[in-house]
């Protein structure tokens, strides 16, 4: 009985201690809008480890892989740590030769898997199946580390949750309307050398509860099953993100 319960143990603490790093954010279509870039300069695409743990954890010999006929596609170096509470960006430019974060592989913008997998390349952490994604918007975890993967702008390197400070007023890009708003929202987009690329709805925690990548030049948004309360329109153009707070009541 003691060696059955000391099993049981040891494998809820095996699990338990893979679960503290995710796969927290990824982009498969990067350029150079996002003024993301590599050690190189280069824009790649790049994948988000996060520790949601408060212990460093070493990374050594665990994998990373897009094929799940070749889960051990990628190593991590040994010794590559991820720290407490950190978060790890992973380069998918198919160069290794750029450094050791950077995969044998690239990440597909029409859609694929990642696979996170340990030492023994049948143990899987995590796979994480995803469809087609959009130039310059990032899939990531909402609420950060836990949470379903939604698009958003990217929050490279960084938490998910909340509203970016370094948002633009929205009334310079379109105008919304009305605002208390009780189950439409109007959007007109205003003369301007730049273009919508990306819309969300936010609510007041950070999480997106909306998504638009194709836009009219004025168009509505139904909020009808909208709850009653606080929420941020936020824009992403080709050179900007703007954001506007609104009611719904």
Known sequence: ??????????????????????????????DTLTMITDEEGAYEDWIELHNTSNQAFDLSGYHLSDKANNLDKF?????????????????????????????????????????FTGPDTLDVIQTVSFGPQETNISYARIPNGTGDFMFRAPTFNSNNDGVATKHLPLNTIANIYPNPTSDALFVEQLLHNEQLQALFILDAMGRQTYAQFNFDQQFSIDLSNYQVGIYFVEIQTEKNNYIQKIQVH
């Not at 030769?97 to 597909?108: A, I, K, M």
Request: proline share 1%; aromatic share 14%; glycine share 6%.
């Open 1 to 30: 009985m003691k060696l059955i319960l000391s099993l049981c143990f040891t494998f809820l603490l095996f699990f338990q201690i893979n679960a503290q790093v995710v796969i927290n954010e990824f982009m498969a279509s990067n």
């Open 75 to 115: 190593a991590f170096a040994d010794g590559q740590m991820i720290a407490a509470n950190g978060y790890l960006i992973i380069w998918c430019d198919e160069d290794s030769s750029d450094g050791p974060l950077h995969t044998n592989f690239r990440l597909s913008s029409a859609g694929e898997n990642i696979f």
